[in-house]
């Protein structure tokens, strides 16, 4: 039932969007765990790490099995923050295996699979909610699950602009801004669980919205990967909505082997008159080795181990923070609550990076754009235009 690529260049927009709207609530949740955290806490994971004497007591009016009191200590505390290493680990460290079983397969199997196992993090985390004395283990291997998941999801939704041409800075840089503000969804999660809502529930209704961006994506992503402009003119497609049924399917039926030799080559496919003289694209070894590309992943390497660094520890340094270094603080509830005040606040902030790509995007769409009509118009056609436009009355 997948689509063909002529199809899915008419879905284009769905798919675009919807994608966003996955990657905002799917892809790298785990960034926000200063908010799960403090909610798996009031569930009792690892609560039975806890001695009575050195702990605090938390009651959670909204658990599967009424009002509860568990304990709540730093042993604990300390074996999450473990879960969420491993998480933010696959989160980041999966990318390269991912590219090559995308360069192998395309997009649509790694999607199916990450939808799949994002659905399972959750129904792992809602089944072990029931009992987390007994199943408090299952943790690591829900946030597991959740940042293998997340990661599969952002990572194919990034060869979707290719099918937007001129605008496909501007859809990147939305699917990049979805990713990195997809931290705002667990402090949107507790805001709901504060207001009464059992932690089961929002984890099953989680899972239920995982099933439909697999659904989404059996329907409506095809099974040959988005093949890159300057690969395939996506102009001459749309002359296939005034053409007969007949040839519809047999230039789509064309446009699909192109796509599959693309796959399995690093030759760009004719795409104008002028290709013969085109100058040929540098090899990839000498683009993995030159040096702006090895500066850049040191750089990226640093600020994403910054970033997983400061999640795992930000609820410590607001604790610290509230409590001015005190060991032994007079009221630890009221400074719960203001750490979790904080760390929503922090989650919410995340939204910005959701509002500033677009505009990073269209501006490099907008140079881009002047830099290519500058290099397709000859001098000689160029320098008629601008006679013509001087002699018109």
């Not at 765990?33 to 009016?61: A, D």
């Not at 959740?146 to 060869?159: K, P």
């Not at 009221?331 to 500033?356: A, P, R, W």
């Amino acid at each position: 039932m997948a689509p063909s690529l002529l199809q899915a260049y008419r879905r284009r927009w769905w798919m675009a969007v919807t994608a966003v709207l996955e990657n905002l609530l799917c892809s790298a949740v785990l960034l926000g765990w200063g908010s799960l955290l403090i909610m798996l806490k009031r569930e009792g994971f690892y609560s039975h790490l806890c001695s009575v004497n050195e702990s605090l007591v938390v009651s959670s009016g909204n658990s599967s099995e009424g009002d509860v009191e568990w304990l709540y200590c730093l042993d604990q505390e300390e074996m999450l923050n473990l879960g969420f290493t491993i998480g933010s680990f696959l989160l980041s460290a999966t990318t390269l295996p991912l590219g090559i079983l995308m360069d192998r397969f395309g997009p649509r199997p790694i999607r199916l699979v990450g939808s799949f196992c994002f659905g399972l993090s959750c129904v792992i985390m809602a089944g072990s909610a029931y009992n987390p004395q007994v199943l408090s283990a299952l943790i690591f291997l829900a946030l597991s699950f959740n940042g293998f998941g997340g990661i599969c999801l952002t990572f194919t939704s990034l060869t979707l602009p290719n099918m937007f041409g001129s605008l496909s800075s501007t859809i990147l840089s939305l699917m990049i801004g979805s990713y990195a503000s997809s931290a705002v969804t667990f402090p949107g999660v507790k805001l709901i669980y504060d207001a009464g809502v059992s932690f089961n529930v929002i984890m099953w209704v989680w899972a239920g919205l995982a099933g439909f961006v697999f659904f989404n994506c059996f329907l409506n992503w095809p099974t040959e990967g988005f093949p890159t402009p300057d690969e395939v003119d996506y102009s001459k497609i749309l002359t296939l909505q005034e053409t007969p049924s007949s040839d519809q399917k047999i230039v789509a039926e064309r446009l699909s082997e192109k796509n599959g030799d693309i796959r399995h080559s690093t030759e760009k496919l004719p795409n104008g008159p002028d290709f013969d003289s085109a100058p040929k694209s540098p090899p990839f070894r000498r683009s993995v080795f030159s040096p702006i590309f090895l500066w850049s992943l040191v750089t990226m390497g640093m600020s994403q181990l910054r970033i997983i660094f400061f999640m795992g520890a930000m609820n410590k340094m607001l604790e610290f923070m509230v409590t001015h270094g005190e060991e032994l603080p007079s009221d630890e509830l009221e400074i719960e609550e203001k750490v979790s005040f904080y760390s929503s606040i922090f989650g919410t902030l995340q939204l910005l990076c959701l509002l500033t790509c677009p505009l990073i995007g269209y501006i490099m769409d907008w140079r881009m754009k002047d830099c290519t009509d500058e290099k397709t118009v000859p001098p000689r056609h160029r320098a008629e235009a601008d006679q013509f436009t001087h002699e018109r009355p």
